[in-house]
């Protein structure tokens, strides 16, 4: 007797602004995930360099562009420089815990300062908390938040998925007041991947020439999805994010 397989079903949607480079626009292949097969149906198209976005896996496929690049952090191999060493201690007090995916006010009111103060025309400011929740807890997979706190105050949160060979962090977002902590909520994954012996921490879409995505580059040896399948990124490649080593960077300023 055959075994029928199911494939997903893929979609396009309708081209729009880029949100990243100036004149271009984008366009998403993407699929549902659903079912007793979902995380296993994540964990492969994650290898093709495939995001999630709630019940949604998508990544670009846009015609005439292909800056969005898939990017990986290897755990294993991570040292971290000295600014990077610097805000581990800076930070090492926080009271850091990974909670089930619910969304509260407290969380809301933390993204609401953030956007406000850093980000205030972009795309998700108009977000309400309707919309905040269904990001949060809308997901059919393995998904945390993974929670900073400062004498009990909420200073930073960060959604998270956890892969069968990695941590991938959907988004992530934290006190503007709070110089560089961003950056350590991504030390604090690769940290927390390497304990757990997963080798990977997904950081999302790598786009050369875009500001708002420089500060990936910071996280090396990291590897990068091409036609040739994942491949390290080299010291030439990342240069010209190395350029601004000394600035935070914008982790959370867009989904990851």
Known sequence: MSVQTKFPRFF??????????????????????????????????????FRRSQSVAYRPSCVTCSACVSVRTLTQEFAPNATQRRLTRHYAGLDIAACRPWATAEQFGLLQRYLEARHARGGMVGMDETDFAEMIEVSPVDSYVVEYRDDGRLVGACLTDRQADGLSLIYSFFDPDYDGLGTFIILNHIARAADAGLPHVYLGYWVQGAKAMEYKARFRPMERLGPAGWQRVTDAEAAPSLRSEGAEGSPGAHKL
Request: a negative charge.
């Open 12 to 49: 396009v949607t309708t081209p729009s602004p880029c949100p990243y480079l100036p004149g271009q626009t984008e366009r998403k292949l993407f699929t549902e995930l659903h079912g007793a097969g979902a995380a296993e149906l994540h964990d492969a198209l994650s290898q093709i360099g």
